[in-house]
Every structure is written in C-alpha cells, then in structure tokens.
C-alpha cells in the first residue's frame, strides 16, 4: 500500500505532515474510541434505568391493588366522558390538528378502561350472564 512512511498518510493527494500528523493522527483516533465507550456507558445507563422502570411498576401494581381499582374506575369514568363528547361534537368545529394523538400520553389504566368499554360483537359469550 503507498503511503508515507514518516506520517503514515495513506490518502490521494495528500502530503506529509511530519510529527504533528501523527500526534494529530493519534489524537483523533483516542477521541474517537472515547466516544464509542462513552455511548457505550450511555446505552448500558439507558438499560439499567429502563429495568428499574420496569422494576418499579411491577412493585407498584403488587403493592396497591386499591389503588390500582381507583384508577381505574377513574378512567373509565373519562373514557365515557370521551366517548360521549365524541358523539356530541361536531366535526365541522373541531381544530386542524385536533385527531393528532402525538402529543397524548396514555397510561394503563386507560388502556384498561378503553378495552373493558369497547363493544365486542365478535364474543360469543357477551350477552351471557355470569354462572357463578
């Protein structure tokens, strides 16, 4: 492979530098496998913290089984107050970017509230009366 022995610079066209080439050479090659440990460390932080996260909930849905009711009670208390502004709106006076959810956190407990009102007319168990 041609190059300069003295600069090691192995690219078309280029020329040699001398001592500051290398000691720029080796510079950038230190910053560059800095950054990778450092993204490295970022994404095991990243991990560490998602299962802490996880951790957390799993505790807090063994821990308060009452609360957990509250809440939900409370959102299917606002999945009918949605689900009835919905059919009184008009669609002519709604906003531009009013169906756009993007900027809409959900929670599990609205999830939970949404399935447990939706309409399932493909069970054949839901007009059947509990046997217990």
């Known amino acids: 492979?041609?190059?300069?022995?003295?600069c090691h610079q192995?690219?078309?066209n280029a020329y040699c530098l001398g001592e500051a080439g290398?000691?720029?050479?080796?510079?950038?090659?230190?910053?560059?496998?800095?950054?990778?440990?450092?993204?490295?460390?970022a994404k095991a932080r990243?991990?560490?913290?998602?299962?802490?996260?996880?951790?957390?909930?799993?505790?807090e849905a063994e821990q308060a089984p009452e609360a957990k009711e509250k809440r939900l009670k409370n959102a299917l208390k606002d999945?009918?107050?949605?689900?009835?502004?919905?059919?009184?709106s008009d669609d002519r006076k709604r906003?531009?970017?009013?169906?756009?959810?993007?900027?809409l956190e959900v929670t599990d407990e609205q999830m939970e509230a949404y399935?447990?009102?939706?309409?399932?007319?493909d069970d054949p168990m839901a007009n059947m009366k509990d046997a217990v």
């Open 1 to 6: 492979q041609w190059g300069y022995a003295c």
């Open 10 to 12: 192995f690219h078309r």
């Open 22 to 41: 290398k000691s720029a050479a080796n510079e950038a090659m230190l910053a560059m496998q800095n950054r990778v440990h450092e993204e490295e460390a």
């Open 46 to 59: 990243e991990k560490i913290a998602e299962e802490a996260e996880k951790r957390k909930k799993e505790r």
């Open 79 to 88: 999945e009918k107050k949605r689900a009835k502004q919905i059919v009184d």
């Open 95 to 103: 906003k531009y970017n009013s169906m756009a959810a993007s900027s």
């Open 115 to 121: 399935y447990m009102s939706k309409r399932r007319d």
